[in-house]
Structures are given as C-alpha cells and as structure tokens.
C-alpha cells in the first residue's frame, strides 16, 4: 500500500490566520507585508511605521516588526494595517488612524485653545455653551474628550456666526 498523504500535502497551501503561504519562499503574504514563520517575525516593517509610534508609554508599540501590537488574541490586521483601531478611532475622534494620529489632531485643537485663551485681554478662556452660558475653560488641563468637545464648540461658533468666544 503506497502512502500519498506526503504527495497530496505538496500543493496545500499552509496558513497562518487565512493568509496563503508562498511554496517557494515560504512567506506568508499580508498584502502589505510578508511573514516568516520559521522566526515567528514579519521581513519587514509595520507600513509606514505607525506602530512603532503609536503610544510612548507601551514598549509593545514601539515593535515596528510585531503583529497586531503582539495581540492576536484580541486584534486582527487581514491587510497588513490596524483596520479596526483606524475604525474606532474614526468614530470616537472623527480622525481615521492610528493613535499617533489622534495625538496629533489632540495637539493641534489644544493649541488653538491655548492660542485663543493667550489672545483674551485677561488671559481666561471663556466659550458660550449651548445652554447660553459662558463657561472658563483650562486648555492645559484638559483630556482628550474635553479637548475635542470644546474644540468643535469653537469650530461651530465661528461656522455659525453666532455664540461668543472670547
């Protein structure tokens, strides 16, 4: 009796989560990048590199080579990108990508605060909500929610003509 379980197996493409292994270079493609799974590591970088500055404070981050922020378990990169933290972030933030990203439009919105807190004649910023009172803000103190909260508050007075900032 001949075995053709060996013979049968040659020509099934292997598979780490549903990517199609290359018989010849024995890579597992992810469309933006290759995976090598005799090292457990990709062959090249996260593209564009936004992992490896995604979050200062989480060493995991800063992997460039890692998948999934090293955690598969709970995260999925079917093309080579962070779909699903890009999504949340759209929704939450309204600013598709990665957390650098929202960082950077964070930044930005507090530093117009901070611009028009430095622009008032006693230095106090002062934003009608839409209840009609004015409310003191702290631009240097506030979180993320705040910051874009108070940003689009501004964004909408000055859109709508009406309301004060000042």
Known sequence: MRNNHRSA???????????????????????ARYFLSTQGRFTSVYPGN????????????????????????????????????????????????????????????????????????DGVLRVENYGGQYIILHPENMDRLHVFGWSNRVMEIWEGGGGHVN
């Open 9 to 31: 197996n040659v020509n099934v493409r292997q598979q780490f989560t549903q990517k199609e292994r290359d018989n010849e270079t024995r890579l597992d493609s992810f469309r």
């Open 50 to 121: 936004y992992q490896a500055m995604a979050n200062s404070t989480d060493p995991q981050s800063w992997n460039g080579y890692s998948y999934v922020n090293n955690n598969p378990l709970t995260r999925i990169d079917r093309d080579g990108k962070v779909f699903f933290t890009k999504l949340k972030n759209w929704l939450l933030w309204d600013v598709w990508g990665e957390e650098a990203d929202v960082q950077r439009v964070e930044n930005k919105r507090r530093q117009m605060l901070l611009e028009l807190q430095r622009q008032s004649s």
